[in-house]
């Protein structure tokens, strides 16, 4: 039997569209997955998969999909070869980290879905070539849509720090992000060390 993921996404008040950053960067795949009714019921998109680095907002966007429309479930790569006790007619059967599930799990799910109408939305930080070698699976993947979510250029990474922050209830002025700008580094992979410097920061201000 195939188990639900136990996501609170939907919940989280960090995870909603207001905190979302939406720049260049991520736009092309925001506005894509976000009108669910659209590909949902295109009969021509067998699915969809994002490649985004880690951090760069992959549950936030899943708990953006889960909260926006009732059609879009979550599942982990527990899965068994007998029809769930989900219903996955007109389903998006949304998958975060994918590459974590073996490649003969997924291939299985990829025609069980399909078979009752449904969609699957793959999430991954890597590349199916990375960590697929299964040939079958090769020809599924290749028939869903693909979309990444780029590094974000200065603007969007000093809006995206401002956001955690403020999420986490930190204020933080126009003047302390101009202090910190030369020494960020656009990946997301900093965003964590940036966000303990400026905290360090406004905790010595606050002294």
């Known amino acids: 039997m195939m188990k639900q993921k136990k996501f609170n996404f ?4 960090q995870y909603t569209l ?3 950053i939406i720049s260049q960067h991520n736009q092309e795949a925001f506005e894509w997955l976000y009108n669910i009714s659209f590909w949902k019921n295109d009969a021509t998109v067998k699915g969809c998969m994002l490649i985004a680095e880690q951090g760069a907002g992959k549950s936030h966007l899943a708990s953006i999909l889960l909260s926006c429309s009732d059609d879009v479930k979550i599942y982990d790569g527990n899965i068994q070869y007998q029809r ?4 996955f007619n007109d389903r998006v059967i949304l998958i975060d980290d994918a590459h974590h599930i073996q490649p003969i799990w997924l291939f299985n799910l990829y025609n069980h879905v399909l078979s009752y109408g449904g969609k699957l939305l793959l999430f991954s930080s890597h590349y199916p070539k990375e960590w697929n070698e299964l040939k079958d699976l090769d020809s599924r993947i290749a028939t869903l849509q693909y979309f990444s979510i780029d590094t974000p250029d200065d603007e969007a990474m000093l809006l995206i720090i401002k956001s955690i922050l403020k999420r986490q209830g930190y ?3 126009d ?8 020494s960020i580094n656009r990946s997301f992979k900093s965003l964590a060390s940036i966000v303990d410097e400026i905290k360090m920061m406004l905790a010595e201000k606050n002294k």
Do not use: E, N, Q
Not at 10 to 13: A, C, L, N, R
Not at 84 to 87: A, K, N, Q, W
């Open 84 to 87: 769930s006790p989900f219903d």
């Open 171 to 173: 204020h933080v002025t």
């Open 10 to 13: 939907h919940t989280d008040p």
């Open 175 to 182: 003047r302390i992000l101009k202090k910190i700008r030369p």
């Open 18 to 20: 207001d905190h979302y």
